[in-house]
């Protein structure tokens, strides 16, 4: 027989893999055996430490449920997320950020034009752009989910007081490619910190802040699926976003506009009567 020590368990456990495992699982498989096993090594990992990662593990577990997702806060606080985000983007299209723990299915279609921010209070934004190629050309047909807070800094599935769909829709764009809705002006919020993952951002120091943001799904036939987000320029929180969603090309300017130059064709048109904010942002897809 052979004597496992701390240096050949991982040649070991390499050696463990039957013959038609799948070589993409097993490539995964053993990087992470690698890396895990090193991490242990170089730390010198005590008992007492093992036991406190599975009692985290477990409490994220148990904490999490179609409506709170906390292994993918956890993911996202400790840069995995936007991690694979960027391994897997493309650079000719818009870039790709954190799809993030809120996301809800089943969201109402919205014609083009409609308004999300109904009865809240808060400025006007007018979020619009095309959904395009690179070179400029347009997609009909694409679906552009979004969702936001409310004002108070919270999405509706963690809100009794919003409306299941509160602040989510669907809109598909026409020949033009073009999509344009009403909200409120996104804020800053902070992720949950009531459960594990606020437990080690309190530990370690960090704040639980993001800087304000539309999160986008855009899907359409022949092209990539595209998870992003918008965030306005001046936002405090833009260098220090604990989840690590900023890119470049998804900060952009909110403009501010006086009333009387509110377009025609809204929900809103003639309705709103303070200066409103616009922001104009493309949705550049890759084909498959
Ligand atoms: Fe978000």
């Not at 299209?93 to 954190?98: D, E, L």
Request: proline residues 7%; aromatic residues 10%.
């Amino acid at each position: 027989m052979r004597t496992i020590t701390k240096d050949t368990i991982t040649d070991v456990f390499m050696g463990y893999f039957g013959p038609d495992t799948d070589p993409r699982l097993r490539e995964i498989m053993q990087s992470l055996a690698h890396h895990l096993h090193a991490f242990v090594r170089e730390t010198g990992l005590t008992h007492a430490e093992w036991e406190k990662g599975i009692e985290f593990l477990e409490w994220a577990g148990r904490i999490s449920g179609p409506e709170r997702h906390e292994f993918v806060l956890l993911s996202d606080v400790l840069g995995v997320s936007s991690l694979v985000d960027m391994v897997n983007s493309r650079p000719e299209g818009t870039s790709s950020s954190v799809l993030g723990p809120f996301h809800i299915s089943g969201a109402p279609a919205i014609a083009y034009g409609s308004d999300l921010k109904r009865h809240y209070d808060g400025p006007v934004l007018l979020a619009e752009g095309t959904v395009r190629r690179s070179d400029g050309t347009p997609i009909a047909g694409a679906t552009i989910n979004v969702w936001q807070t409310a004002p108070n800094g919270l999405y509706a599935s963690q809100d009794p007081e919003q409306d299941t769909y509160s602040f989510h829709g669907i809109q598909t764009t026409g020949a033009d490619g073009r999509y344009a809705f009403t909200t409120v002006k996104p804020v800053s919020y902070t992720v949950p910190t009531d459960g594990p993952v606020g437990e080690i951002l309190n530990a370690t120091g960090r704040h639980p802040w993001r800087p304000s943001h539309l999160h986008y799904i855009v899907k359409a036939d022949g092209y990539r699926s595209l998870v992003t987000e918008v965030f306005p320029d001046d936002d405090p929180y833009l260098d220090e976003d604990t989840v690590f969603g900023v890119r470049d090309d998804l900060v952009m300017t909110y403009t501010e506009h006086p009333a009387d130059t509110f377009p025609d064709g809204f929900e809103l048109s003639g309705k709103v009567t303070e200066p409103y904010l616009r922001v104009d942002f493309d949705l550049v897809l890759t084909p498959e």
